[in-house]
């Protein structure tokens, strides 16, 4: 609950001396500290250090008396409850640091939360029980590193891509083979590197696959840049041939090598367009504006021509690829397998990763909306929702890094069937979402602690394919001799 017990008193002083801004090198007035530590003065003395509780109540059992929505615990931040003791604090801070105090609130009870559940952490032919069905999970393909993407070949073989540039085939045998000649050259420092593999819907037939992965440059001052970039090519007996340029963007909108928010995901929708992500950057006023291609998801014929019916192709001051925008790092790119409707999951700030459905020309809002704030623990914005800017189905807080996403499509989970299955990096989750319509009605934890997850795929044999830090997993059904008291549990969500 959000209210104090017995009468509390801040000194005037206190209350004066928060609410002064300091004046920067630049003249601009600017509030410094973290949330944290506005907690720790503000908030402290009576809800306690952790948020555990002292003369007020526990913040951490999600026991409201007032509201536990956003909304309503801002207005508690921001109202107080002054005859009950609780003053309010909209004189000390201003809206958008309550939006980070509610964002810093959720964050605690989430990990008090975590480390009171205990998560299935399923090592190899382990048999766990999820929510809807009981599975094993074994090792597919050992000796990798940070594999990224992987894409299933008509002959039994695989092709999987690791972030540092390699692109190796996995053969029937489950052993993988040398990296592939013929691979352009990558950056791979910081969140750089050799992103996605996929196949051409009509594989079988023309032979052509593609990858995304960040392109280095040098620009016109002969610094190191680089950008994401699309290719396609065949694959040969030991490497790639007829290697052709699908996507590249103008090397003005290249940034220095290395660094962060590349995108790099591909999708194929039924008609055979190419959709693709390309993150911002670190710049987020880049996802605002539609001269860029960066903080967008675009969208081109499998050739790289542009189609004529793009939102933004017949403006002369867009990039005429752009599909949609307002997208901060767009690291998962999913297509329903019923609808045929596009979604996302994007990496917000501190707090703020989202799920979207990604529509024709529609505007997702970063950096002027979000549910997150700085990863310094400062407030970012107040702004969730604007007119014109559109909301995401969910948003997680704390941040779980979300990275591949895939629709199940198998029949050897018939439970799991159509549901979306997220890897995450920070958070070493692999989570399962349902959705009815744009509503998510379940996500839940499948299993946790087994390290960064680049990406998890339906295989052809109908089992779930999920690229750890350095194999890929493969999660099956339970043979019924399995289903005993040894199975490994994991508690709902």
Known sequence: ?????????????????????????????????????????????????NLEGGSAPSMLDDVWVHGGDDESL??????????????????????????????????????????????????????????????????WAAKL??????AFLPDGRALVTEKKGDLHIIAADRSVGPALKGVPAVDNSGQAGLFDVVLHPDYAKNGWLYLAYSDPQKNAEGRDVSLTRIVRAKLGDDALVDLATIYQGPLEFYRSAGGVHFGGRIAFDRAGYLYFAIGERGDGKNSQDLARPTGKIHRIFDDGRV???????????????????????????????????????????RGGDELNHVRKGVNYGWPVITYGMNYNG??????????????????????IAPCGANFYTGDLFPKWKNHLFVATLAAEELRRIELDGDKVVADEVIFKGLGRIRHVITGPDGALYVLLPSRIARLAPAAPASLGSGAAQIAPR
């Not at 801070?93 to 509610?102: H, L």
């Open 1 to 49: 609950m959000l209210l104090t017990r017995p009468s509390f008193h801040v000194p005037l002083l206190l209350i004066a001396a928060l609410a002064a801004p300091v004046l920067s090198a630049q003249g601009i007035r600017e509030r410094t500290g973290t949330i944290a530590e506005r907690y720790t003065m503000l908030c402290a003395a009576c809800h306690g250090a």
């Open 145 to 150: 590193n940070e594999p990224y993407g992987l």
């Open 378 to 399: 400062t407030a970012m914005t107040d702004l969730t929702a604007k007119e014109g800017m559109e909301q995401p189905l969910t948003y997680w807080v704390p941040s």
């Open 307 to 349: 189609p004529a019916d793009n939102p933004f192709a017949k403006d002369p001051k867009a990039a005429p690829t752009v599909w949609s925008y307002g997208h901060r790092n767009p690291q998962g790119l999913a297509f329903h397998p019923v609808t045929g409707e596009l979604f996302d999951v994007e990496h917000g700030p």
């Open 74 to 139: 801002a207005k508690s931040i921001r109202l107080g409850f002054p005859e009950k003791g609780m003053p309010g604090w909209g004189a000390a801070i201003d809206d958008k640091e309550i939006r980070a105090m509610v964002i810093f609130m959720r964050e605690q009870r989430s990990k008090h939360q975590r480390d009171k559940t205990v998560f299935t952490k399923p090592e190899n032919a382990i048999t766990a029980t999820s929510q809807l069905h009981t599975y094993t999970v074994d090792t």
